[in-house]
T-cell receptor, first 116, second 118 residues
Framework: GAVVSQHPSRVICKSGTSVKIECRSL??????MFWYRQFPKQSLMLMATSNEGSKATYEQGVEKDKFLINHASLTLSTLTVTSAHPEDSSFYICSARDPGGIWTQYFGPGTRLLVL | AQTVTQSQPEMSVQEAETVTLSCTYD???????LFWYKQPPSRQMILVIRQEAYKQQNATENRFSVNFQKAAKSFSLKISDSQLGDTAMYFCAFMKHGGGGATNKLIFGTGTLLAVQP
């Protein structure tokens, strides 16, 4: 149980285009999902908290118009990187909080984004 | 604000030996959770073990156990009988209990890269 999937696993795009990353909780309903960014050999940096049916909460310094988050259902959250630039190249990881019992976060396998 | 500190950037251990990874945290909260996550070369974050702050008993999961010292705000991870598959980055993380949404975010340490040598 507690499986989270992410799609795509890897994406290469041209500068100026938008990229959508999907995060799904496969066997539980997640009212809250989280989006992280991880640079090589560094820790995870929380970008935003995604709540089903409401607006996402962004961390300080994260541009909400640049990183659009939609949590339209209890099992799906999407992150859209708009007008991507090379500096947006990174590893993006989502997690979903299982509210049953202990509030543990389960992580997706991550998406590697390369902007040319 | 809560902070999590992992003072060992890298560690090495021989296969079958025991290794302890250190983690300290700072918080004024009384109710919280602590976690150890493992990130192997595949970069998939895997939950290793979790501890509720209100529980005095140290959590154990097979070869993994923690030494939770609430007063000292210390949460170390012990890996017994180390295996080659334990080679990974290990992250200690803190989460405040209660509330909802953004209040349940994880705060990660900087990680410890563990190499298990054959």
């Amino acid at each position: 149980g507690a499986v989270v999937s992410q799609h795509p696993s890897r994406v290469i795009c041209k500068s100026g285009t938008s990229v959508k990353i999907e995060c799904r909780s496969l066997d539980f309903q997640a009212t809250t999902m989280f989006w992280y960014r991880q640079f090589p050999k560094q820790s995870l940096m929380l970008m935003a908290t995604s709540n089903e049916g409401s607006k996402a909460t962004y961390e300080q310094g994260v541009e909400k118009d640049k990183f659009l988050i939609n949590h339209a259902s209890l099992t799906l959250s999407t992150l859209t990187v708009t007008s991507a630039h090379p500096e947006d190249s990174s590893f993006y990881i989502c997690s979903a909080r299982d509210p049953g019992g202990i509030w543990t976060q389960y992580f997706g396998p991550g998406t590697r984004l390369l902007v040319l | 604000a809560q902070t999590v500190t992992q003072s060992q950037p890298e560690m090495s251990v021989q296969e079958a030996e025991t290794v302890t990874l250190s983690c300290t945290y700072d918080t004024s909260e009384n109710n919280y959770y602590l976690f150890w996550y493992k990130q192997p070369p595949s970069r998939q974050m895997i939950l290793v073990i979790r501890q509720e702050a209100y529980k005095q008993q140290n959590a154990t999961e097979n070869r993994f156990s923690v030494n939770f010292q609430k007063a000292a705000k210390s949460f170390s991870l012990k890996i017994s009988d180390s295996q080659l598959g334990d080679t990974a980055m290990y992250f200690c993380a803190f989460m405040k209990h209660g509330g909802g949404g953004a209040t349940n975010k994880l705060i990660f340490g900087t990680g410890t890269l563990l190499a298990v040598q054959p």
